[in-house]
């Protein structure tokens, strides 16, 4: 595709740098010098661009994240329904990153799963479009703005390292470039990222999918109903929905053994709570990281009595521990009110 | 491999060739006119017959079609019941019990299952019959049944797409000219496309047709970043009237998809990403009366497209009604001494007007997939497919309102004879496709806006070119160079050559 638009762009009003080398790499095609400038005359007359439909996007001069959340919801800045856009949300918003949230999709997204990030466009034209940020690289791009902004206002160059010591959290993900440390702080950090990620994530992925009850009043009205009002169109996508959940849970077992689900998760909650003891947050820190962020994303979305779970198997593990619940109250006081 | 026998004499290799293909084109040539003859010299007989007793008075006390095992008796008694004398209250004359008759026969003509030509004898009923009356005649319709299964495969290219397709035709499934029809394609830029229809006669009347069908298909839209995944059905009434204008409607319920985007879609792309059902009804309404649809010389073409989606008790995700109007016109210019040469001229123009689905106050503005897309050798020559209109980053958005206007002027080609599908063309073609204005405060201000936009600011985008066109009986095909003169910032007009294929070109 993008071969295309640079095919195309030689034809275009006003032609880009980009489709250069083509005709550089061709001296077959290469078009007589007179004949070019013949041709560069055209069009005779070039008006101003057509204006842009109704239905586009909105916030072009601001950051906009790209999120599972209702159109109220995106309006207010809500938190996502979605731990894995929650993540990213309550990341951004620890770092101080101004944003704006849109409701949106996963057809929408660059790598086919949300959130991501579109950041904010520095030209006032709709011919000008900024690269979207998957969630993959959000992080990266949050270190990078930062640095940009520090860079802006103090000029002092700020060491890798000490951007580095800012954010704690940050520091030892395996989605940071280099995660080949063997810190043994460092592997218990991802031990305890693991937890997060498989076993209170399948126990999420099995009470919320393929628990009946929680199916039909909480994923429902969230993921389906938005987006269209046909039923046998809602019941497709519900299919492939659970369908998509299934696969997800036995891509680790082959059976899905719904008690060592549900234990597993009891467990993770309990080591969490363990680890974050009577600290506010996590690794003792002032201000929420990045993990505090992964462990907010589902405590937020568990806890949320507005979402109307009816199968409570997965939040009564959670209520268990007085710390969590607390945790996840601090940060929603602190940043989503 | 060496076979002793067959190295030997050859006869078994013959033999396993089967007929040469000479031959049998020799064959199939003579049978031809063979038959050919046959039906010159039974319609010249029927021809002085009916001239010689043309106000005999005739009672038609039978009709009998032979050769058609595979239909159903009673279909084709809805066609020729009518004609016989019992349910007449008078004698016809000789000539119009024929020309009953023929009326019939070409009923079963447009059926399409039978192979032309149809056979018409008449006979009178032995004397030695008591029941018979002296004015009665016997009307024997021979036919030949086409083949009931039709299947097709091959590969296409054109407009920058490539293509391999299967076509599978099952024909009179039910003896009473029911037709299914299945095809799969798998393309460049059209990924992949099923679909299936099946379509009946209502009541043996070949210009009232009942199609259902379904589709699934995933197209690449390079120029606006994404693919569109469909699903639906849909289901068509059509009829043809006997001056020869085409009606259609159709219920349509289809799921799109937006889907697969590319990093570079822009946010009006994103923003549209995702599901949406289109429920809708349509009619369609075209005239013909062009001498040669690829290459008119004479006459004109117009239809209309009118749709309503998402309004009361359609439902669905969209809600708008859509206009459509194209004609074209197309006459021979007379220079002395240069003959051959004519001047065709087309214009479409359409309006999409966004209505409030059900139980909401305000009307949805419209999709990227619901709006118009102009541009491309089909239409406006000499810009990029798509390539009129708002554009958002490098995508094409689509407009709701736009005119396209082309005039081309046809010469014969030196030295090649006039009847061959080859000629010149020069042509201007042009047109505007935009947006509903959106700082309107309500829809009527919104279109009234844009009208006077489309109409009002300056010169459409142009271009100009010269080419050549191939008119295939089912496709034109054409070879242009072509300059864009005028165009709006971000536009994508086309300089140099390009090829197109289309059915109905602009």
Known sequence: MPQDANTASQGKAQPRPKARPNAVSWPLFTTPQPIKRLFDKFPLYTYPPNELPERTAQHRDQNVLYLFTGDDGAHRGLPSFNPGCLKWQAYLKFRNIPFVTVSSNNHASPNGALPFLLPASSSASPLDVPSPVSSQRIQRWTQDTIAKRKGKKNSSNLSNEELKHEEPGAEATPLTEDSTRSDPSDMRYEAYLSLLDHRIRNAYLYSLYLAPLNFNAVAFPLYIAPSTTNTLVRLSLAHQLRAAAEGELTKQSPRIDVEAIYQGSDKAFGALSELLGDEDYYFGERKPGLFDASVFAYTNTLLDEDLGWRDFRVVDGLRRYSNLVEHRERIFEAYFE | ?506
């Open chain 2, 1 to 506: 491999m060496a076979d002793p026998l067959d190295s030997g004499d050859d006869i078994f290799g013959k033999l396993q060739k089967g007929v040469d293909p000479k031959i049998q084109e020799e064959k199939d040539k003579l049978r031809n006119e063979r038959e050919h003859a046959q039906y010159e010299k039974a319609r010249r007989r029927l021809g002085e017959l009916i001239q010689d007793n043309s106000t005999l008075p005739t009672t038609i006390s039978s009709i009998r079609v032979i050769g058609a095992p595979n239909t159903r008796k009673s279909f084709l008694e809805r066609i020729f019941n009518p004609i016989l004398s019992v349910n007449h209250d008078r004698p016809y004359t000789l000539a119009e019990a024929i020309r009953e008759v023929s009326i019939g026969a070409d009923k079963l003509n447009r059926l399409d299952i039978f192979h032309e030509p149809i056979s018409l004898y008449l006979d009178r009923p032995p004397k030695t019959d008591p029941s018979t009356t002296p004015t009665d005649i016997d009307i024997y319709l021979t036919v030949r049944e086409k083949s009931r299964i039709l299947l097709k495969t091959g590969t296409s290219a054109g407009n920058g797409e490539g293509e391999a397709y299967t076509n599978l035709l099952l024909r009179n499934i039910f003896g009473g000219a029911e037709s299914l029809s299945v095809n799969a394609s798998l393309g460049t830029r059209t990924r992949s496309a099923y679909s299936a229809s099946f379509e009946s006669p209502i009541l043996s009347n070949p210009s009232l047709r009942l199609e259902l069908g379904g589709l699934a298909s995933s197209t690449q839209k390079t120029w606006s970043s994404h693919e569109e995944v469909l699903r639906g059905a849909w289901t068509k009434l059509r009829y043809l009237t006997p001056n020869g204008s085409k009606h259609e409607l159709a219920y349509n319920a289809i799921w799109r998809q937006i889907t697969s985007l590319s990093p570079s879609a822009s946010p009006t792309v994103r923003h549209d990403a995702g599901d949406s059902l289109k429920s809708s009804l349509t009619h369609t309404w075209t005239l013909d009366l062009r001498d040669n649809p690829m290459l008119p010389t004479r006459g004109t073409y117009t239809r209309s497209l009118l749709e309503l989606a998402g309004w009361g008790p359609l439902v669905g995700d969209v809600a708008f009604a859509k206009t459509e109007i194209e004609t074209q016109a197309a006459t021979p210019v007379p220079i002395p001494g240069l003959n051959g040469i004519s001047f065709t001229t087309g214009l479409r123009a359409g309006l999409l007007y966004p209505l409030s689905l059900n139980r909401e106050s305000k009307p949805r503005p419209s999709r990227i997939n619901d709006r118009f897309s102009l541009g491309g050798p089909t239409d406006v020559r000499g810009f990029r497919l798509s390539g009129l209109g708002p554009r958002d980053g490098s995508d094409a958005l689509g407009g709701d309102i736009y005119y396209a206007f082309s005039t081309n002027l046809l010469f014969p080609i030196p030295r090649v004879p006039l009847d061959t599908p080859f000629r010149f063309q020069a042509f201007i073609t042009g047109g505007r496709l935009l947006a509903l204005d959106k700082k309107g405060a309500n829809q009527n201000e919104k279109v009234g806006n844009a009208v006077r936009e489309l109409v009002g600011n300056g010169w459409p985008s142009v271009a100009a070119g010269v080419g050549l066109v191939y008119a295939h009986p089912v496709a034109r095909f054409e070879l242009n160079f072509s300059l864009p003169l005028v165009v709006r910032r971000g536009e994508w007009g086309r300089k140099g050559v390009s090829f197109g294929v289309g059915i109905s070109m602009l």
